[in-house]
């Protein structure tokens, strides 16, 4: 779901529901961060995982913008995030 996030951040038009996106980023990273604490061997295989789920999560967000009556102000497939935007404070 935080990839889906930021790609509606990233693509959408809308002022809401940016904050609800917003938090739902946050406190999943924080569960990331849990887990990667936990287990930090993990954290090498954050770029895998991304490259493996951009595509649904590239779907999701064009369809959840459609159902909205939303036109993204860019192309949903060109989107792409590194582990370092996905894991940090960084934001769209």
Known sequence: MILEHLIKLAASQASEPR???????????????TLLEDAPSLRTRVP?????????????????LADSGEV???DIGSINYSADELLGDWMP
Do not use: L
């Open 19 to 33: 904050a609800v996106w917003r938090a739902t980023i946050r406190r999943e990273r924080g569960e990331i961060e």
């Open 48 to 64: 895998g995982v991304i490259q493996n789920k951009i595509a649904r999560a590239r779907a999701n967000a064009a369809a959840a």
């Open 72 to 74: 993204p102000r860019c």
